[in-house]
């Protein structure tokens, strides 16, 4: 039968019905590790307890208000984010995209407010990914996204990634701001080494212009800190978050400092669903955990021992696998094979992995994985690259 959706996405045909820890369970009680976490998003896994409980007991009291009122969760889900972070103010959203709308409007208008409209422009780096809203799509500047779209959003400006020359000839007296993503993720696992983060900041302040963060993949805990941008000591003014923050509710946010949020006065920006009552009480029960004693210790060693685990798998199979990168719990394998017939193959071991641009598939497991389910994941990675292996071996023969 066809099926009523549109026809925009690529599904693998399995459909799940239940899940628990890092496990899935599809129609027909089959079992599958979830490596994947729905690109990032299930942070705590699947029906974690005390989410569950968050949700239940406020899907009795009251959903939604809109932003027409006050909402205690939501001021302190915000508190609690700031005095967590570099930020003075949080605006929540639904989505990363939404978040990095947010963004990308706070930016403009912060130099706006101090005289300069025509300071708009915001530089970019090729092979991001920022969201498919008209203006993240040209943020990320991928042409597959763009093309067929009308014209494209002006006002963003791409450099090649790594290349620090043309960053700095990139900036001119229209620029705003730099958007980067500390380890771009849908463009493959690629870490901005820690030094240039930091030599960002320093080009930012040199220029009065903003650094914006996208931390909707590498946000809340999926690199062993609650965000990326700790590993390397330098701060931006405004950063996006989603993907992890609701633990699978739809939950994004924009954080960002007193100073940069200067032209965010009332009624300059808004939304009806973001930060209703049922998200705040999901988003305050996975910081719950997130910030809990030892959390982010535990992120830190499953990724070492994953990371470890990998190098061994990848001296066993040369052929297959080309490289590992990556940070706490968002790991990358760049392979010789296709990543899609290496997303298939694990899928066949009955482990989920994702895909990424460069050739890589991720890893993205729950945070809560054990070292069970890291050696049981090795396992099932060791079979399905065996299995690519023998294939072409055969090829070659
Ligand atoms: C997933 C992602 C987005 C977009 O998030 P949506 O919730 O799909 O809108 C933006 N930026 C990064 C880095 C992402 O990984």
């Not at 007296?173 to 030599?199: D, H, K, S």
């Not at 890893?363 to 990675?381: G, W, Y």
């Amino acid at each position: 039968m066809t099926s009523a959706l549109l026809p925009t996405y690529a599904r693998a045909p399995i459909a799940f019905e239940r899940g628990e820890g890092a496990w899935l369970e599809a129609r027909g009680g089959e079992r599958y590790l979830d490596f994947g976490a729905g690109i990032a998003v299930n942070a705590l896994g699947h029906t974690h307890p005390h989410l569950v409980a968050a949700l239940t007991e406020q899907a009795g009291k009251l959903w939604h208000t809109s932003n027409l009122f006050e909402i205690p969760e939501g001021e302190r889900l915000g508190r609690r984010l700031v005095d967590a972070t570099f930020a003075d103010v949080a605006f929540f959203a639904n989505s990363g995209a939404e978040a990095n709308e947010a963004a990308i409007k706070m930016a403009r208008k912060y130099h706006a407010a101090g005289g300069h409209p025509e300071r708009f422009r915001i530089i970019t780096i090729e092979g991001a990914f920022h969201g498919r809203t008209l203006a993240t799509i040209a943020a990320g500047g991928q042409q597959k996204y763009i093309e067929g779209f009308g014209p494209k959003v002006d006002g963003f400006d791409q450099v090649p990634f790594g290349d620090h020359d043309a960053l700095r000839a990139a900036i001119g007296p229209e620029t705003a701001a730099i958007l980067i993503e500390p380890i771009q993720g849908e463009g493959g696992v690629r870490p901005v080494p820690p030094q240039c983060l930091r030599g960002l900041r320093a080009l930012c302040d040199e220029h009065g212009i903003l650094l914006i963060m996208d931390e909707v993949q590498t946000g809340v805990g999926r690199t062993g800190k609650l965000f990326a941008y700790e590993w390397a000591g330098a701060a931006p003014d405004i950063m996006s978050a989603a993907k992890g923050i609701g633990g699978g509710f739809p939950l994004g946010v924009c954080l960002a400092t007193a100073e940069a949020a200067r032209g965010m006065t009332a009624g300059s920006h808004g939304t009806t669903f973001g930060g209703n009552p049922l998200a705040m009480a999901v988003g305050n029960a996975v910081l719950d955990v997130v910030l809990s004693d030892g959390f982010l210790d535990h992120v830190q060693r499953m990724g070492l021992i994953l990371k470890q685990r990998l190098a061994a798998l990848q001296d066993r199979h040369p052929s297959v696998i080309a490289d590992i990168r990556g940070e706490g719990l968002m790991l990358g394998l760049k392979l010789h094979v296709p990543n899609t017939a290496f997303t298939a193959a694990a899928r066949d071991a009955h482990l989920l992995v994702i895909p990424a641009g460069d050739n890589v598939v991720r890893l993205l497991p729950p945070l809560i994985i054990t070292e069970a389910d890291v050696a049981e994941a090795v396992t099932r990675l060791d079979t399905a690259a065996g299995r690519l292996g023998t294939r072409l071996r055969g090829a070659a023969e």
